[in-house]
């Protein structure tokens, strides 16, 4: 019986052991995944400080990151280039001042309504129908308003 009573208690101990490991495992998981999140949530406040401080001192940089104040504003010019590039091959334009997607032909942007042209383009030809009373742009039926000046457009008879 000792034998029985020897395998049994090997058994009885290799069991344990392998409780603890998976229970070791198990809370080794845990702990990374919570010392992960951590690390996450350290570099969206890296993040977060960055910006700020990006923000409140574009115009004169600390000196301990003046390069990167120059690379930040740098990459800033090629995003600007990039999408007028974009707004370009798209037969689009962008607003000066608010950067919504506008139509190169648009006199005002439809984002923030700022005029876009200074003066609308005039027309080239005599038009037939229906034109604006101030600027002899032809307004489409059922249109109450002038899309090169925004004038309200005036029944015709």
Do not use: W
């Not at 350290?42 to 409140?56: M, Q, R, S, W």
């Not at 115009?59 to 504003?73: D, M, S, V």
């Not at 030809?125 to 004038?151: R, Y």
């Amino acid at each position: 019986m000792a034998f029985f009573d020897n395998v049994k208690n090997k058994l009885t101990s290799t069991s344990q052991t392998a409780v603890q490991k998976a229970k070791d495992l198990t809370e080794m998981t845990k702990l990374t995944a919570q010392v992960n999140e951590a690390e996450k949530k350290i570099n969206d406040l890296y993040y977060k400080l960055g910006f700020e401080v990006y923000k409140a001192h574009r115009e004169e940089p600390l000196a301990a990151g003046a390069e990167y104040f120059a690379q930040i504003t740098d990459l800033h010019r090629q995003i600007a280039d990039f999408k007028a590039q974009m707004a370009t091959l798209n037969n689009a334009a962008v607003c000066p001042k608010c950067g919504a997607k506008i139509n190169k032909d648009m006199v005002f942007c439809s984002g923030c309504g700022s005029r876009l042209n200074p003066e609308p383009a005039p027309v080239q030809a005599p038009v037939t129908g229906k034109v604006c009373s101030k600027c002899g742009t032809p307004v489409a039926d059922g249109m109450l308003f002038c899309m090169s000046c925004g004038n309200k457009v005036e029944e015709q008879v």
